[in-house]
């Protein structure tokens, strides 16, 4: 009998904010345990302390010269979808962190970087952290249609009595549960708002 391997697609972080801030390296080291370490690129940065969880390169992604790529962008006209995701090599998203109302900064900062015909997909319209972007598009790439993904808007974070932060973003359930990582949750109790 012969087992066909599909070779995993590589998920490239471009880092796109000034500094690797504390949440982008909490979620980074989240989105390494969701892809594995071997199969993930943080691009655009110097950071080295982030080569526990990923390849870490100065270059932008788009200064690689991949083939095969999907750029994922909320702005973008097409949802990707589970018969095209096989096929993709690498998916790149942009290392920015939520603003609300979002600003297209993955439009303005990543997809213009990139050469016109490069594949560009959202998946929804709603902004996702880029976590939670990767752990869709991952679920894509296993054979999984958006429509059957369940999704919760917004996440309210309790301080202490009577205070509360709340996230505006889209979220992703596994199995009902929030894909949230507790360190996420320690700093943000910490910092107390943005
Ligand atoms: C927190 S989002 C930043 C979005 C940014 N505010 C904007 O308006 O473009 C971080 C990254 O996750 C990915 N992402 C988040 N939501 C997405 C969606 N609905 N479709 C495609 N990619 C998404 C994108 O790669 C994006 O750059």
Known sequence: MFFVMEKMPTYIIEHL?????????IEYKQISRIVGKKNLWITNTK???LNHYARVIPKSAAGLHLNNVCLLDPAAKK???????????????????????PRKRTEVELTQKFSQGTATRNVGKEQMS????VAVV?????????????????LEI???????????YRYLLIKGKLLVSKELLEYLKKKKGF
């Open 17 to 25: 904010e000034p500094k690797v801030y504390e949440w982008c390296f």
């Open 47 to 49: 950071n080295q302390t």
């Open 79 to 101: 949802e990707l979808t589970p018969e095209e995701a096989r096929h993709f090599q690498y998916f790149v998203f942009g290392g920015i962190l939520g603003d609300y109302p």
């Open 130 to 133: 880029t976590d939670h972007a």
């Open 138 to 154: 991952k679920e894509i790439v296993q054979g999984k249609k958006l429509s059957a993904l369940k999704f919760q808007d917004q």
């Open 158 to 168: 309790h301080m202490k009595e009577g205070e509360s932060m709340l996230l505006p």
